[in-house]
């Protein structure tokens, strides 16, 4: 509202409120000294009456959104019986007494009395004016009707000048002119009947008398007014005070109610533009009708750019269907309201999430149904679920799906499949073949790189249906979709390895890598994710076992293999407590007269079920799970033990030694210089007499802390020998760094010695090799008389093989020593009897 016309307004109301208070003092004064025809006590008993029971009856005149009271007619019968003065007491007696339904306080009381008594009173005013006095009820028709008119339009038009001006009766914004008219229709229609009524009831009084006619109509006010709250307290009293308001009432309670309304609407509008959230007034069709700031700052839009466009444009086709088909259902009434996550489009083009409530609305005048969107920005709150979700779902490190999501999908190709069997798939499993030493020798910056660089390369080599995800350290897995057979697969395996053979370059070095792959062709049989994904890692598995860098495609036998092996691990658990292993032990022999020095140890697992299983078999699964550690000091301690009680049994000069496999799980533990020691002083073996075997690979795999640690077993006094010479990677450069005692000849040179020249060259360099470095030689596998023919001629000074012995029980050795080993005597003679060749036919 504009505060001239606010200054106006209260101009006014206080001009009213004093003209009010003159009226009803001037006409108490003017009554008091006139002292009307009958007294004072006519006009107190109609303003009783009036005020007592007049309010409580009212009749709302059809299509009109108004009221007669017959308080009203009681006003115009006090002018017309008593003259203005009267009338005005009346009216201020009236609207007092109906006011105090609504309000107990004092200055609202008085100013509503002051606003009627100035209005009754220039109504009179103008009655005075046109017909110099009381009107003449008894004259001609026509001139009674123009005399109606005049009071009727006076009254009105005074009436509504008030409400317009100090009641708010005047729109906001609207002219106070147009408001004044559109009040006056109203009030004159209601006052008419009023007027008819009460020239019915002075009439009436003309005729049978004042009293009578007030009596009789008090009578029927009383019975109507008893009908009316019968009625009401059938509706379950619902607004009682309503049914039962009366009189001053139609134009007052209209007022009130009107007041209340714009009030309200103000407060609306202004809770509606300073909303914190965006809400808007919209057709049915789309169209913005009315928006507040928030949504302009949430859209981007300033007011007048929405108003002249639609919600459908500006929200994201994505959601558009739902949004539209929702607002369907509420426009049909079947939803009181409805609420959405949905994106809108903001001006600069990017979308904006939001929650958005709509709910449909009539409005007042046209009953058009309109919709209210309420429409909170979730933005954040959405972008930041978004993000969970991204991390829940992704490697941190490159980007890539992770598990979860690759099973997610891999399930989807599955079922896929299943539906339609064309529609194949393969899942690829890549596993880096030197990671770890190149994380430990470069650093982990240089390693995360590595793996960030792999990905990009593996996401450029793949089409865009295809995952690719990253499921461990250096495990990568790619799904492959829609191919047709397993060949598609090989070659993008082909491909991947061709692109990660081309140099890294990290941290300005050159990173060479190199991956082992496994495929896992897709088939119906598959029922679970985890198998395909198991199936591809054990593909892995072999193309790393079978030399790295390469690529194998699982088969059904892969799966027995990997099978039996998992089998095989958890029966070796507890095989040690169950006693299931034991110990073989295989001569090792002089070559030049045969006499027996030593033997090796070879461990042996009996199985409940499956019978003897070869340390081929078992050692390779125990390294894998560590059980080696456990296994490997039990045959320590078993293969000590056995040589001391022999070497007290049998005695001999030099005394028999023992051979002891170590493998590389072994060979690393920190503490194994420490469980020798012990072992030893345990079976209290003389340490000289106990050799501990290490392949070549295992010595090379680290050589600085390798060349320790046999010095540290050689400081304990045992002996050293390397296992299986001449198949590893021959440094022999560094040979002479370890503390070696023995070399063994790998089995397969002395093998292929006799047929191939080559193979006798190396038999020779490697007898060559020991002899310059103070070293022994033992030639592993001699099966024939030709082989230690020929070993013999070469100057090897051991052998060991089926050709003296396969590797025997306790009881077998036993014998062997006895029988090599003469008695007492014959050793007191120095006669050492040669062990006898026992596959010699
Ligand atoms: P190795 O240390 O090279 O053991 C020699 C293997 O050659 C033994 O096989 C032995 O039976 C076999 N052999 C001996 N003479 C001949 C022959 O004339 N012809 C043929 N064809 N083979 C011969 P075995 O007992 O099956 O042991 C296999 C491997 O298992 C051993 O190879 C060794 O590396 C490992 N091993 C055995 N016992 C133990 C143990 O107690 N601890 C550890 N860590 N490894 C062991
Ligand atoms: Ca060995
Ligand atoms: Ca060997």
Known sequence: ????????????????????????????????????????????????????????????????????????????????????????????????????????????????????????????????????????????????VGALVVVTLAQSAARSLVFTVCEGGAGDGEGLLPAWGRNLFWTSSAYFAAVAASTFLARLAGLVGFYPTLGSTAVIAVAHIGTGLRASRRRGGRAKKTAARGESDVKESKAASDAAAQENEGLFRSAFDHAAIGMALVSAKGQWLQVNRSLCEILGYNEAELLTTTFQKLTHPDDLGTALANIKQLIKGKLPVYQMEKRYLHRQGHAVWVLWSVSPVRERGSRALHLIFQIQDITDRKRAEERLLHDAFHDALTGLPNRSLFVDHLKLAMARMQRNASQMFAVIFLDLDRFKIINDSLGHLIGDQLLVGIARRLEACLRPGDTVARVGGDEFTIL??????????????????????????????????????????????????????????????????????????FDKEMHTVAMNLLQMETDLRGAIDRQEFFIQYQPIVALDDFTLRGFEALVRWQHPTRGLISPMDFIPVAEETGQIVMIGQWALTEACRQMS???????????????????????????????????????????????????????????????MLLRHLRELGVQLAIDDFGTGYSSLSYLHRFPIDTLKVDRSFVMRMVDNNENIEIVRTILMLAQNLGMDVVAEGVETKDQLALLRKLGCENGQGYYFSRPVSVGGAEKIIAETNAAPAATANGNVKPMRPTLVA
């Not at 007592?52 to 108004?66: E, H």
Request: with cysteine; glycine share 6%.
């Open 1 to 144: 509202m504009s505060t001239a016309k606010s200054r106006l307004r209260t101009a006014l109301t206080i001009l009213i409120a004093a003209t009010g208070a003159g009226a009803v003092l001037f006409s108490l004064l003017r009554l008091r000294q006139d002292a009307a025809p009958d007294g004072l006590f006519p006009v107190l008993t109609l303003a009783l009456c009036a005020a007592g029971l007049g309010t409580q009856v009212r009749i709302k005149i059809p299509r009109l959104d108004a009221y007669v009271t017959l308080s009203d007619a009681l006003v115009f019968l006090a002018l017309f019986r008593f003259g203005g003065e009267a009338a005005v007491l009346v009216a201020a007696a009236t609207v007092l007494c109906d006011r105090l339904h609504f309000t107990r306080n004092l200055p609202s009381l008085l100013s509503s009395a002051a606003s009627a008594a100035t209005s009754t009173f220039l109504a009179s005013l103008a009655v005075r004016v046109a017909f110099g006095g009381a009107v003449e009820l008894q004259g001609p028709p026509a001139l009674l």
């Open 480 to 553: 492959l979709e829609d191919i047709h057979d397993a060949s598609e697969a090989v070659m993008v395996a082909e491909r991947l390895q061709q692109e990660l053979s081309v140099p890294f370059h990290l941290g300005g070095r050159e990173v060479f890598t190199t991956a082992s792959i496994g495929i896992a062709p897709g088939t119906v049989e598959y029922t679970q994710p985890e198998d395909v994904l198991r199936d591809a890692d054990t593909a892995m598995y072999r193309a790393k076992s079978a030399g790295k860098a390469r690529h194998e495609v």
């Open 645 to 707: 009680r022999w070497q007290r049994r049998f005695p001999s000069d030099p005394p028999l030694f023992i051979s002891v496999n170590l493998s590389s799980r072994q060979f690393t533990q920190p503490d194994l210089t420490a469980q020798v020691r012990r072992i030893l002083a345990e079976t209290r073996l003389d340490p000289r007499c106990l050799k501990l075997e290490i392949t070549e690979s295992v010595v090379m795999e680290s050589i600085d802390s390798a060349t």
